[in-house]
């Protein structure tokens, strides 16, 4: 069919925004990545040509800036608040999905409220409470904390997922001979399973970026890798090359995750949202 | 179902409810209760009498407090309709399911899976008067802004600001819209261009109307978030120049970890709750809706 | 092999929805019984209550001699097809088979024979390999079947298993489940809500509506003596006319009256109304019992009217013709060879012995024959024969 005018205009306006889309949406990550190979003298400018070298990379992880043990406290707080979550969640998330009962519409409300409730209102008192317990600077104050917005989203997530598999095919292992456990366990959770794992990014990235909770509740022993950051921000000034690679170590692994994952990745980041 | 099936559910949401009990109602309460004392950490750690409703009268008079609330205020409106637009724009321009397109598609998810800290530091090293890169690039298209120190002057910063929440939002919301777009029924469309409608009558008489209840879950759900918002302020400006960008959250911050005044920064959390409350309520009515069906 | 019985069966769900209020019905070893009915009427909520996929608020529930009430479903020896299939879409087809046979821990060797046994009664060896989502929907609809009978069960289920099919492998589908039921001969109940397929398949068919049973019996018995206006209705097509009238006396016979046109009952009919003159009734007739009026004298008790035609729907053979007599509208089934034209006056001769009455209150059938009651299967062959004679 040949175009209208009217359509020839809006088609080259698609191609013009769909330029001006992947500038807006790489440019930032581009510059990141190209400022954490200069050297410092090179990263105080807008040149694109330079000679590149891998100094900043090896930089970050010695004295003083030390990220070595920040990379490990945010692998184990974002690991531990997914062990503890996911499976938490995918439980409660079938009981929502596939029972009736009293107050169940009030409970899952008030689980999705809780993703609602802004961060400082939870690290007020906490911040009290894990002063007296001595819990301040610990990886296990952190997963707490991290536990209260991760978790009711993997709820609504995964229940998501569970609302769309037909009760049907459960029904239909019973009969053939499964129980309650054989159920899930044959039938349900392999079929959920790219819901949870999902879930399970979802959460991760979430507990890896974290921020507010890490600055107010460590100082060193639990630092992660975003509040890290702002030991770069020197009485120098900020150290742009080394926060450059600094910031590499946090995106990549984030990017790669949710790169593999990327279609279910993108059918899950509506669910939970919208129906 | 016998009787012993009758617990299974209880046992399945326990610990799910336990956590969030935990770490989610204990200190919505508690903040609550210390939202009436006078509690200020440097002089006891243990909490102080009960005021009644000072810190909240408190509030009232405090002008950072107002500063603050107009702030939030700005940032919430900027973010808010311009993440939508452009998020809106984007899934019409990669509504078809194109090669190109689903590459895109996966490079949306980038900016939204970056850490909000992150976006801060980033912007702000472009926006650098001296070396920033897009300083540079406005100052060669725009001339006349060569002069403009862009996280100095106040309206700026607090745009600055949403333009970082823009960045990672607009993608998220483009990506919902699209899935949106895929289920809108297009027998709708041709029957529209069959009684003569243009390109632009078609999408603003037909796609949008249908599109309309998203539009206002994602906007209710993106207002949330920008009330929320609270990484970006410590990394791009730090509540500067000035006061000029100290949201409400990040004032609250201030009154708690900076003066350590835990009375007085309870009941500002309080109120922030109660407006976030208001958009979470409308949203959760709308989310419910479609649950039933 | 089982036959099934409930005895003041009731099923309340947890928001406290009454579906079943107090369901009888025995169903005899190896019978192919079909529950027919509207949507939601119940028919899956009985049939999960047989499979044990939904618990008896109260009564009784029997497979063959063993109270079943607290029997788990896998103990209770049964298959089930859903509606939707329900085919687990992670395995492939064999091991979808298999799955029930696994779950019982049967022998490898044993589950290889049975699978391949089942998969070639239903001429689907080549798709084991396959995952269900590669399949059509009548293949598909056979995986499902496969995962019923390869377990060899006392007692088949089916939920309306041929809904999702297209109308020609419907109808060939019906075929293969009765000679399916013919080879294995298990006892089979299956949920329908379609009539036609309910008169098709079943040897003996439950009506119910609004979970409560109308009339159990065979397909003919059912259509041709319905105890109320409800089976009438539903069971047919085109379906049976219903038109409000009176009874009214003269000359010691009685007469339906519909304010159109007068009938005269019966002998044996009138004699079941004699004292309800004057009550209100529904007069129900069935399309193809009236026919264009000829010369010679019927067989049966007849009766004239004349009506106007309004609309004619040729179907080859014969013709589905909307009628009008005052301000009565009504269908009959005319043979073909008549040229009968739109808004032509016609002579139409109904078939008096076949006629009901059903009362205005509870729609209850009140002129139902009682020496071949509606539950006999002699009854409605009797009938049925009756009018052999005049399709010429
Ligand atoms: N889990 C449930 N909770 C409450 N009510 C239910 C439940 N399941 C079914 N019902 C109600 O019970 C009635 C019977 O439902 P059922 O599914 O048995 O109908 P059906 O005859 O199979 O209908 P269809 O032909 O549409 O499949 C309906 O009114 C239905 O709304
Ligand atoms: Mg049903």
Redesign the interface.
């Known amino acids: 069919m040949a175009m209208?005018r009217?359509?020839k205009?809006?088609e080259g306006m698609?191609w013009a925004?769909?330029g001006a889309?992947?500038l807006?949406?790489?440019f930032?990550?581009f510059?990141?990545i190209l400022?954490s190979f200069k050297v410092a003298r090179d990263?105080?400018?807008?040149k694109v040509f330079f000679s590149p070298t891998l100094n900043n990379f090896i930089s970050i992880f010695q004295d003083p800036y030390n990220f070595g043990p920040l990379l490990f406290n945010s692998v184990v707080v974002s690991f531990s608040t997914v062990a503890?979550?996911i499976?938490?969640?995918t439980?409660?998330a079938?009981?929502?999905s596939?029972?009736?009962?009293k107050g169940k519409?009030a409970?899952?409300?008030?689980?999705?409220?809780?993703q609602?409730?802004?961060?400082?209102?939870?690290?007020?008192?906490?911040?009290?409470l894990f002063?007296?317990l001595h819990l301040l600077d610990t990886r296990l104050a952190l997963v707490?904390?991290n536990?209260?917005f991760v978790?009711?989203f993997a709820?609504w997530m995964i229940k998501g997922f569970i609302d769309a598999l037909?009760p049907?095919?459960e029904?239909?292992?019973?009969?053939?001979?499964?129980?309650?456990f054989?159920v899930l366990r044959?039938?349900t959770l392999?079929?959920i399973m790219p819901g949870v794992v999902t879930s399970a990014v979802f959460g991760f990235?979430q507990s890896?970026?974290e921020?507010?909770f890490a600055?107010?509740l460590t100082n060193q022993k639990a630092v992660t890798l975003?509040?890290g950051?702002?030991g770069l921000h020197t009485d120098k000034g900020?150290l742009?090359e080394h926060?450059?690679a600094a910031?590499m170590l946090?995106?990549i692994p984030?990017?790669a995750i949710?790169?593999t994952i990327?279609e279910y990745?993108?059918?899950g980041?509506?669910m939970g949202?919208?129906? | 179902m016998n009787s012993r099936e009758k617990y299974v559910k209880w046992v399945m949401l326990a610990p799910a409810l336990l956590i969030l009990i935990g770490t989610t109602l204990y200190p919505f309460l508690y903040s609550f209760i210390t939202s009436f004392r006078f509690w200020r950490l440097t002089r006891s750690a243990e909490p102080g009498a009960f005021v009644g409703l000072a810190n909240y009268v408190r509030a009232f008079g405090d002008a950072g407090f107002w500063n603050s609330v107009w702030v939030t205020v700005l940032f919430t409106i900027i973010s808010v309709t311009l993440s939508m637009a452009i998020g809106l724009a984007i899934a019409l321009i990669l509504e078809r399911a194109t090669k190109l397109n689903t590459f895109m598609k996966s490079l949306l998810i980038f900016p939204f899976a970056m850490a909000p800290a992150l976006k801060g530091f980033s912007w702000r090293f472009m926006l650098n008067p001296d070396y920033g890169i897009l300083d540079a690039m406005i100052d060669f298209v725009f001339p006349f802004w060569s002069d403009v120190v862009w996280l100095g002057e106040p309206y700026w910063a607090v745009f600055w600001l949403a333009m970082t929440e823009i960045w990672g939002w607009a993608p998220y919301i483009a990506l919902v819209f699209i899935g949106a777009l895929g289920a809108l029924p297009q027998e709708t469309v041709n029957a529209a261009k069959v009684d003569g409608a243009n390109t632009f009558q078609v999408f603003w008489h037909v796609t949008l109307p249908q599109l309309m209840p998203i539009v206002i879950m994602v906007g209710l759900l993106k207002t949330i978030f920008s009330v929320k918002m609270f990484d970006q302020v410590v990394t791009l400006t730090g509540g500067g120049p000035g006061r000029a960008t100290e949201t409400l959250n990040f004032y609250v911050y201030n009154q708690g970890f900076k003066f350590y005044d835990m009375g007085y920064a309870s009941s500002l959390a309080y109120i922030l709750v109660t407006t976030m409350f208001i958009f979470a309520f409308i949203y959760v009515r709308f989310l419910m809706k479609g649950e039933q069906n | 092999m089982a036959g099934i019985k409930m005895v003041d069966v009731k099923k309340q769900y947890p928001n406290g929805f009454v579906a079943i209020e107090n369901m009888n019905l025995e169903i005899p070893d190896k019978e192919f019984v079909v529950l027919v009915g509207p949507s939601g009427c119940a028919k899956s909520t009985a049939l999960k209550m047989i499979a044990g996929l939904e618990e008896i608020s109260s009564g009784e529930m029997y497979i063959g001699d063993r109270l079943v009430n607290k029997v788990p479903p896998k103990d209770r020896e049964i298959a089930m097809v859903f509606q939707s299939y329900a085919l687990y879409p992670h395995m492939t087809i064999y091991d979808n088979i298999a799955f029930g046979l696994k779950m019982r821990k049967t022998p490898k060797e044993e589950i290889d024979k049975l699978v391949k046994e089942a998969s070639e009664i239903l001429g689907m060896s080549d798709l084991l390999d396959r995952k269900p989502r590669q399949l059509s929907g009548g293949q598909r609809q056979r995986v499902a079947l496969g995962r019923a009978i390869v377990r060899h069960p006392q007692v088949f289920l089916f939920d309306e298993p041929l809904s999702n099919l297209d109308a020609k492998l419907r109808v060939k589908m019906r075929t293969e489940l009765k000679k399916l039921h013919e080879r294995l001969h298990t006892t089979v109940v299956y949920v329908t809500h379609d009539q036609v397929e309910a008169m098709t398949m079943g040897s003996t068919i439950v009506v119910l509506k609004l979970g409560a049973i109308q009339q159990v019996g065979s397909p003919l018995s059912l259509y041709s003596f319905p105890s109320n206006r409800f089976v009438a209705g539903f069971i047919g097509s085109p379906s049976m006319n219903f038109l409000d009238c009176t009874i009214a006396e003269e000359n010691g016979n009685l007469f339906v009256d519909t304010g159109a046109f007068r009938l005269m009952l019966p002998e044996d009919k009138a004699a079941k109304v004699r004292d309800h003159g004057g009550k209100e009734f529904i007069f129900g007739i069935r399309p193809e019992d009236i026919r264009k009026r000829r010369e010679k004298k019927e067989s049966y008790s007849e009766e004239h009217i004349n009506a106007k035609i309004n609309v004619i729907e040729p179907l080859g053979k014969e013709m589905y013709v909307n009628l009008s007599a005052g301000n009565l509208e009504f269908m009959a089934i005319i043979n073909a060879r008549f040229p009968l034209k739109p808004h032509e006056e016609v002579e139409l001769t109904l078939n008096m012995d076949r006629m009901h009455l059903f009362e205005k209150e509870g729609e209850k059938e009140a002129v139902a024959h009682t020496a071949k009651n509606a539950t006999t299967l002699e009854g409605a062959r009797l009938m049925a024969d009756l009018d052999e004679s005049d399709d010429d």
């Open positions: 209208t009217d359509e205009f809006w698609r925004g769909f889309t992947f807006f949406m790489a930032p990550i510059w990141m400022t990263a105080y400018s807008t503890v979550a499976p938490a969640a439980c409660a079938y009981a929502f596939r029972y009736q009962f519409n409970l899952m409300v008030s689980v999705l409220s809780s609602f409730v802004p961060p400082v209102v939870v690290v007020l008192p906490f911040f009290i002063k007296n707490i904390l536990l209260s978790l009711p709820v037909p049907d095919i029904s239909a292992a019973v009969v053939d001979g499964c129980n309650r054989q044959h039938i392999p079929l990235i890896w970026n921020f507010l600055l107010i975003t509040v950051l702002m900020i742009w926060m450059a910031s946090i995106m984030i990017f949710s790169f990327r990745f993108i059918s980041l509506t949202a919208v129906k």
